[in-house]
C-alpha cells in the first residue's frame, strides 16, 4: 500500500484511477489533488434571500466569494477567521445558505438542466438535505419532494435542515430506496439517485476514506446500484427525468450502472449529455455524456453525474411486501380550518393553496397537495409541516411554521444582534421598547427566528431546546 503524505491511496485504488482516468488527465495531477485540502463552499437558499441580497449582507465580513460554474447559488468561500464555525454564522442558523461541496450542487443542476417544473420529485438517499434543499428551492416550495433517507440515525438531521431552511414542500420517508419501484410506480416526475457508494471522492475531506478500500466492496456496492436505479426508474413516469450520482470515480460504480440500465431497458431509457450544463462541462465529459469529475478537473471533490430520460412505460415490479397501516391524519374540517386560517394569519402564518390542513388528534399540520396521491401506498415519517397544537385557550404554533410561513413584514419585530444571540442561546429577551401585539415573530436580518409571547417587559424564548446554541455566535464574525 502507498501512503501519500496523510492522504491513504491504496495501490490497487491508484492502478484502477489510471485505468478509469482519461488520457487527457495525469495520475501525478490526480494525486496533487488528493493531497490539497477541500476548498469550502455554500450555497445561497433562495427561498430566503436572493444571490445579490445575500452578497451585500456579507460584504462587511471580508468573506472572499468565487461563483461555483454549475450552480448560480453556489460559491467556493475563503476566510480570515477560519476558526470561527460557518454553522455559527447568523446566515447559516437563520437558513440563509447551507454549507455545501460544490461536486455536490452538480446532480441538482443537472435535474433542472433545462429548467422544467416538476410538480412531484423523489430524493432517494437525501440526508443529509443538501440536495434535498436544492431541489427545494428550485421549485421554489411548490409542488413536492419525497425525501427518503435508509440510515435512521440521519432522518432527524435531514428533518433540522429542511426545517432551518424555510421549506414545507417536503415528505419524509424512512426506507431501502429498493421498495420505490413496487410501491411507488411511476408516481414521480424525476427523481434523483445520490447512491450510497465507495466514497472515493471524498479523500481531499477525509483523508482515511479509502482505509478499508478493495476491488471486492466495490463491486459489491455496484449491485446493491443497481438494483436501486432499477427502482428508482420503475418510480418515474414516462417521460420523466432520473438522474443518477456518486461521490466516486470508479466506472463499476458508476457508467457501468447507468450502461446496465440502458441495456436492460434498450427501449424505454435515453442519455441526456451533460457537456452544456456549464461552460467547462466538456472537461469532464464522457463519451457516453456522462460527467466523470475527476479532483484535478475543478478542483472539488471526485463525482459522477448522470441524466438519464425515460421514454416509455416498462413492466412493473411485483407488488411491495409490507402494509402500510392506518394513516393516523384527517382533512381539517372546513369550518375548523377557516377558524384555524384566521387565527395563524393574526400571528403572521400564511400560506398558499399548495398546502393542505390534516389533523392527528390535537396536532394540525400543512400537507403538500401532490403527496396525497401517494398516502397509503406507503409510510411516511413525516409530511409537510407541523402547524400547530390545539389546546383549550386556542392554538400553540410550531417553530418551523414559523420558520417557514411568518411574515415578518407586518408582524415581525426586529432584534438587535445581542438580542438575537441571546434567542439562539434559548434565553428571554428585553427589548429597549416592548412590541405592541401579544405575539410577535422575533427577526434579525429580517428572517424569522421564531415566535415570541410578550409577557411584561420581556419576549419569552420559544426556540426549540434542541436549537439552542452555546459558544461563539454571529455578532463576533464581523
Known sequence: MAQIRSVYLPDDFLT???????ASLSMDSFIDACQRPLRRSIRVNTLKISVSDFLALVEPYAWQLSPIPWCEEGFWIERDDEDFPLGSSAEHLSGLFYIQEASSMLPVAALFADNPSFARVMDVAAAPGSKTTQIAARMKNQGAILANEYAASRVKVL???ISRCGISNVALTHFDGRV???ALPEAFDAILLDAPCSGEGVVRKDPDALRNWSIASNEAIAATQRELIDSAFHALRPGGTLVYSTCTLNREENEQVCQWLLARYPDAVCVEPLGELFSGAQQALTDDGFLHVFPQIFDCEGFFVARLRKT?????LDAPGYKTGKFPFSPLKPKEAQELVRAAASVGLVWNDDLHLWQRDKEIWLFPAEIEPLIGQVR???IGLKLAETFNKGFRWQHEAVIALGNVATHGFALTAQEAQ??????DVYPEHAPGASEVIVTYQNQPLGLAKKVGSRLKNSYPRELVRDGRLFADNL
Request: avoid cysteine; aromatic fraction near 14%; proline fraction near 11%.
Open 16 to 22: 484502477a484511477m489510471r485505468d478509469a482516468m482519461p
Open 422 to 427: 441571546e434567542w439562539y442561546r434559548g434565553r
Open 180 to 182: 420505490f419501484g413496487a
Open 159 to 161: 428533518a433540522a435542515n
Open 312 to 316: 416509455a412505460a416498462v413492466p412493473p
Open 380 to 382: 411516511f415519517s413525516r
